[in-house]
Each structure stands twice: as C-alpha cells, then as structure tokens.
C-alpha cells in the first residue's frame, strides 16, 4: 500500500476505534449495570415538574446570519492555506494579491457590524 | 529501534497505545481538575479516598459509572441519542493522529500529515455534530438549548482558531506538525515569541471549542440544568466529560506544537527519549493554565460570546495574518 493511502487508512481507523470504544465498553458494561426503567425515570426532566409542551418547541434560533458569515470566512481560511505556505516563493506580488482578498473579506464584515447583523438579542 | 515494523502492525501497535492512554489522561487531568479546584475555591470534597490525597477518588467514580443504569428517555429520539456519545469519541480519537512526540517521523507520532495543522482543526469540529446531536435528541429543553449553544459557539470560535495558526504556517512553511516543531527547532526559538497574539487568540478559541469556562454557556449549570447532558446517564454520561479531557490534551499539544516548540528545546538533541517528557511539560502548564482559568473566571453572556469572537478576535487575527505576510515577504 502506498505512503498515500495509509494516511487515509490510519485516521479511518483511529476514528472507527473511537465509535468502537464506546460501543465496548458500553457492551461490556450492560453486563454489569441494572436495567429497571419506570416511568418517572424515563420521563423528560425538567427539575422535578412534569415536562410542560415538547421538548422539540419552536425556537428563535439567533444566529443563521453567523452562520452565513461563518461559511464565507472558513472559505476564505481554506484560500489563504495555500499560499501561507508558499508565502516566500511567491514573494511581494503573492502577499499584495492575499492582502487584498484578505481586506475585501474584512471589509464585509465591517459591513455586517455597521449593518447591525452581528447583534445578539 | 531498528526492528522495522510493518504499517498494519504498527498501526495495531499505537491504536492499542491510544486505547491505554485516553482513559489514562482522563483520569490525570480529572485528578488535576479536582485537586485544583479544591485548592482554588477551598472546597473540601473528597479529601479521603484512598487513605491520603484523596487519589482513589476517580477510581471509585469510575466503578460508579459503570454500575449506573443506562436511562434513554423515552421521548428522546433513540438511534441518534445512543450515538452521540460515539461521535464525540470519533473526534477525540481522530484528533489524536497528528499528536508528535518525538522526531522519528515512524514511531514519534501515528501519521505525520501533510495537512496536519489543517486536518487537526476540521476534526475538532467532529466532536460539535456529536454533541449537537445529544442536544436535540434528547427531546428536552434545556438539552436543546445546550446543543444549539454550542453550535452557536462553534461557528463563532472555530474562525479565530484557524486564523490565529495561519501566521504559524507562514514562518514554518509547512502544515505538517513534524515539519513546524523542526522549523522551531531549526531556528532555536518558538514561534510564541512573533506570533504572542496568535498563541492568545488561539488558546481562547481553544477554551470556547473546549466549552470550559469562562465559554460554558452551552452547559452552564446554574441556568441549563446541565446542558446537552441532562438527559445523560452511566457511561455514556461519562464519555462526554473522558472527550473534554481527552480533548483538552490534544488541544494543549497542537497549541505547544504550533506556539513553544513542541518536543524542542533550547540546548536539547530532539533525537532522545526527552522530547516526549519536554513535550508533557508545556503541555502540563498548558492544561493547568485552562484549569486555572475555569475556577477562577465568571461566565461570559451569550451576546458577549458573539461580540468577542466577531467584533476582536476575527478582525485581530486577520490583522495578524496581514502583518505577518508583510514581516515575511520583506525582511
């Protein structure tokens, strides 16, 4: 096999070994461990009361707008990769070229903070 | 050293390494948590398992856990609660490919990625699905809360992360973690000492991905019960808190790895069996430092969390990055 793939074997089997560490150990612990469910203790806790609704209610969930930002700044943080490592050879030209797609991305998002999207309330 | 390993055994070799040591760094650094607390907070607690130091304290917990009945609720959403827990533990175990301690690029660390740096930030992210999942399987409100949190707050803290190590990647060259602690070791200092507000940022990103205090909102006891756990109990209970820990480690090395040098340090052949112990030191005083931190800071808001992370860290990186790029290209 070559050098490339046993990387993708190696952490294909480091993240399969985590899944199967929990599946033992909780295998092995059943042998041990009681099983009496009753009512009460399957019940949805809420401090003692009886649940009150669904616990899937409608929430107001805040931040897609981060969301949204967040998925242009991870685009942007996978560009600039490439070249930080290159950044010597590609010299002067690379860095102004960075630096100005660099600035655009900040630009946006001084944008979004004088728009008012990045408040939380 | 000389006995040349094939890949399949060598691999068999550092999965059962692994196996041994998570549940080992679990317990250390669950052992420091508590004796730190109870020294910063004076709380008494258990003084006494064990006869002195109350050392057999975690292994008494452990016994617990594993008698602990195993309760699913019965509105939760079973397949994808059972599995939470797992895909926690993927992240963590994964996380744990890239860690080097020591030069020989065979036997010192499991992988030696080309991507390493890059590769170590996306599975980080893993553990996040896995606990937003418990969150919303749960079927309970506070669970909910806790789960959408800390989506919120990984989408806030992962960008600073990855920004604040660019400036790393551009004096090493390279994202191999081998190739930026030889680079360190190569120019006899570590990169902390240009890139000081990289490593702060990138150990407060750290501690907001970790959910520790003062970035716990999305288990904050006193206003969520317990956050995405609530409903959890037994051993997969305890999974959630051996990944915190696990992970706290394996943050705690890339940060060393990528800011003070790794296993390098000044003066020492990075050939010998030291580096390990080296690398365990910075590590020690990195994970002390988070511990610290936890018992001795409040809670952030959840709005204040946002605007820490949108309105300075982001911008500052970017700002770092830029002087950075600029340092590089003209000196």
């Avoid at chain 2, 907001?208 to 956050?227: H, K, N, Q």
């Avoid at chain 2, 990528?258 to 390990?276: K, Q």
Wanted: proline letters at 4%.
């Amino acid at each position: 096999m070559s050098e490339y793939f046993q990387d993708y074997v190696a952490v294909a089997a480091f993240a399969a070994f985590g899944v199967l560490l929990v599946a033992l150990t909780l295998g092995i612990t059943y042998l041990v461990r009681p099983s009496n469910p009753t009512r009460e203790k399957v019940s949805t806790y809420e401090c003692g009361v009886d649940a009150v609704g669904e616990g899937w209610n409608q929430t107001f969930i805040r931040y897609y707008i981060f969301g949204l930002l967040f998925v242009l700044f991870d685009v942007e943080a996978v560009f600039i990769f490439p070249w930080a490592i290159k950044a010597e050879e590609l010299g002067l030209p690379g860095a102004i070229a960075i630096i100005v797609f660099i600035l655009t991305l900040l630009e946006g998002l001084l944008y979004a903070v004088r728009k008012g999207v990045l408040r939380w309330e | 050293m000389s006995l040349e390993l094939t890949f399949w055994w060598l691999l068999a070799i550092k999965l059962a390494v692994a196996a041994a040591v998570v549940p080992v760094i679990g317990m250390v650094i669950g052992y420091a948590e508590m004796k730190l607390s109870a020294h910063m907070q004076s709380r008494v607690g258990p003084y006494f398992a064990g006869g002195r130091f109350g050392w057999a304290q975690l292994i008494a917990d452990g016994v617990k856990f594993i008698q602990k009945e195993d309760i699913i609720p019965e509105k939760a959403d079973r397949p994808v609660f059972k599995w939470a827990p797992a895909l926690v533990m993927l992240g963590t175990m994964a996380l744990l490919v890239i860690v080097p301690l020591h030069p020989s690029s065979r036997y010192g660390i499991v992988r030696d990625l080309e991507v390493g740096i890059f590769y170590a930030l996306a599975i980080s992210s893993v553990s996040t699905i896995g606990v937003l999942m418990a969150g919303w399987s749960s079927a309970n409100k506070y669970s909910m809360i806790g789960g959408l949190r800390a989506a919120g707050q990984l989408i806030a803290y992962e960008l600073p992360l990855v920004l604040a190590t660019v400036g790393v990647v551009i004096q090493a060259g390279t994202m191999s973690m081998q190739g930026i602690v030889s680079a360190q070791v190569a120019q006899g200092w570590p990169f902390a000492l240009t890139q000081f507000i990289g490593f702060a940022i990138f150990m407060i990103a750290t501690l907001a991905e970790l959910t520790r205090l003062p970035f716990d909102m999305p288990i904050a006891e006193s206003e969520l019960v317990m956050g995405y756990v609530t409903e959890y109990s037994g051993f997969r209970f305890l999974f959630f808190f051996l990944a915190e820990f696990a992970n706290m480690f394996s943050m705690s090395v890339i940060a060393a790895t990528l800011f003070l040098g790794g296993y390098g340090l000044w003066g020492i052949n990075p050939e010998t069996l030291l580096s390990p112990i080296i690398l365990f030191a910075k590590v020690g005083v990195l994970v002390f430092l988070m511990i610290w931190l936890r018992w001795t800071l409040p809670r952030l808001r959840e709005d204040q969390l946002q605007t820490l992370a949108w309105k300075w860290l982001i911008p500052i990186s970017i700002l770092n990055i830029i002087v950075t790029a600029v340092l590089k290209v003209v000196i």
